[in-house]
């Protein structure tokens, strides 16, 4: 069998390249780019990665197209308004926090945040660089009361509790818990939040609940969780 003439690989003019990627990037405009990162984002609720974005059937833009306009997906997200989902950094966290205040007339709340995925960094990434959603409040500015940390800390700490044990916590869950991690509040400051009235756990239990729920976990009625 005869063998095909070897063809060497065609050399490339910069200059003509350089037109042909300029109308191809032509096809789009910065602005219409934007539009299809808010609207996948408003149909995902949360900002996109690179692999949603191009897995999303109603977006008309392939991230490629995306990058080339903007350098990088990150830079893209952020002239959209869209906080990028792992790469915040401190001060954009801080600048959102201090915008949302701002649009709300009023100091942010976890939920405030939630309600607006996509838009927003998620509370539990403020919880982990900042440690809670309190001190980053603060150093955005917002003078929050320090048992509204303590309590803010407690929720958080017992959702995440209540994952890695996959129910509500009980009393004795807790104090098992806090055996093995000493940055954990007692069960008894737990307990004082509530004035340590007959029924405290169980308010606290409550609102726990209310927490998991809004973050998209589902609690069954005996306290377990999926």
């Known amino acids: 069998m005869a063998r095909k003439p070897f063809r060497a690989a065609p050399k490339v003019d910069p200059e003509a390249l350089a037109a042909f990627q300029a109308s191809i990037r032509r096809r789009y405009s910065d602005e219409q780019i934007l539009d299809e990162l808010r609207a996948s984002a408003e149909r995902l609720r949360r900002s996109p990665t690179m ?8 977006a008309g833009v392939h991230p490629q197209t995306v990058i ?34 701002t649009e ?3 100091i942010p709340t976890a939920q405030d945040i939630r309600e607006r995925r996509g838009t927003m960094p998620s509370a539990s990434l403020y919880w982990h ?31 995440a509790l209540a994952r890695g044990i996959g129910r509500l916590p009980r009393f004795g869950d807790w104090q098992a818990a ?27 239990l409550y609102l726990v609940r209310e927490r998991l729920v809004d973050e998209g976990t589902a609690v069954a009625g005996d306290g377990s969780i999926g």
């Open 51 to 58: 692999k949603e974005f191009a897995a999303d059937p109603e």
């Open 104 to 106: 709300l007339g009023r």
């Open 178 to 204: 806090r055996r093995a991690d000493d940055s954990m509040l007692t069960e008894w400051q737990v307990y004082r939040l509530f004035d340590a009235k007959r029924g405290s756990w169980a308010t606290f």
């Open 129 to 159: 660089t900042f440690g809670s959603l309190t001190t980053a409040l603060r150093e955005a500015g917002f003078d929050v009361a320090v048992g509204e940390e303590r309590l803010e800390r407690a929720i958080e700490q017992g959702c």
């Open 68 to 101: 080339e306009h903007f350098g990088t997906w990150n830079a893209a997200k952020r002239a959209a308004g869209l906080m990028p989902r792992r790469h915040a950094t401190r001060q954009e966290l801080i600048e959102q926090l201090q915008r949302l205040g």
